[in-house]
């Protein structure tokens, strides 16, 4: 009986997903166009600004954003044209992703302590997945973004628990291990809803699973910096049962293996990995 009413609850929370009446959480016009902006072969500093000027509150976040030690230089970045011509227009894109889930996504006062754990988690997950691609020499494009999406799906079934508003619904703790077992197929459907490039849909959709494709070496460094977070202390927790949180969102001893093997990284290697991370992380929790 217990089987058919978890079933029940996962096909519920999953057909949410598919009402015509259910908004996914927000992201600005800007970030997708940000997107689009960077898979071209040529973009021009100013079309960038003229972009980000579109949204002053978004644009000015950024600026503090930049301007926190994680990616500070010799000389502070005082401009939106200053900060694009230092980042690139996929670092300015990086950078307005993590804001944009911070201020819009990660965010509902009913599941607060949650959706925080989810925020650090996907944050520190990004910054790592770019460590690791940069110690694995693979192609950093869309390695942020991937980490900082990774477990979206969380927020969106947080999210679809309130849309279906059943007076009977069963409090979060009950529903943890439904929505821990969705959360990767609910990456995917929103990451598609978002209307993001295949590779972030392939990659954000099946972070728990094996790749033989091209993706298959930014889903293992994904997978890989998913894991390390453990080593912060940053590792997604659900609600408190007996005074302690649930666990999510977990990577088993196969998957990091695995990982390692496909991107070729042995114990030493690792170690680097970690200890670059040790260097980022007190900036990043500066922010």
């Known amino acids: ?5 978890s079933a029940t609850l996962c096909q519920q929370l999953l057909a949410v997903f598919d009402d015509p009446t259910y908004r996914p959480p927000p992201l600005p016009e800007v970030a997708l166009e940000l997107m689009a902006l960077g898979s071209r072969e040529e973009t021009n500093v100013a079309e960038v600004v003229a972009l980000l000027e579109r ?5 000015a976040t950024v600026l503090r954003l930049v301007g926190s030690p994680i990616y500070a230089g010799r000389t502070p970045i005082r401009s939106l044209r200053e900060a694009v ?3 690139g227009v996929q670092g300015v894109r990086d950078a ?3 804001v944009a889930l911070r201020n819009s996504v990660f965010v509902m006062p009913e599941y607060a302590e ?12 990004a910054y790592i997945t770019r460590i690791v691609c940069r110690r694995a020499s693979l192609d950093q494009e869309l390695a942020f973004i991937c980490g900082l999406l990774h477990d979206v799906g969380f927020a969106g079934l947080l999210l679809a628990v309130n849309h279906i508003e059943r007076a009977d619904a069963p409090p979060l703790a009950l529903l943890w291990k439904d929505i821990d ?3 990767e197929h609910a990456s995917l459907l929103l990451a598609e809803r978002w209307g993001l490039p295949p590779a ?3 990659v954000v959709g099946h972070h728990h699973h094996l790749h033989t494709g091209d993706c298959a070496a930014l889903a293992a460094a ?7 977070t453990e080593h912060f202390g940053a590792t997604v927790k659900g609600p408190m049962v007996a005074g302690y949180p649930m666990t999510g969102d977990s990577i088993g001893l196969f998957d990091i293996e695995s990982a390692c093997l496909e991107l070729d990284i042995d114990t030493a290697a690792l170690r680097l990995i970690v200890a670059d991370a040790e260097r980022t992380v007190p900036e990043i929790v500066l922010i």
């Open 85 to 87: 011509v230092r980042l």
């Open 55 to 59: 949204d002053e509150l978004l644009a």
């Open 200 to 202: 972030v849909v392939e």
């Open 96 to 98: 307005v992703f993590e």
């Open 222 to 228: 994904v997978r890989l910096a998913d894991h390390l």
């Open 181 to 183: 077992g969705l959360h």
């Open 114 to 125: 949650t959706m925080a754990s989810i925020a650090r988690h996907s944050t520190l997950t």
């Open 1 to 5: 009986m217990k089987d058919l009413v």
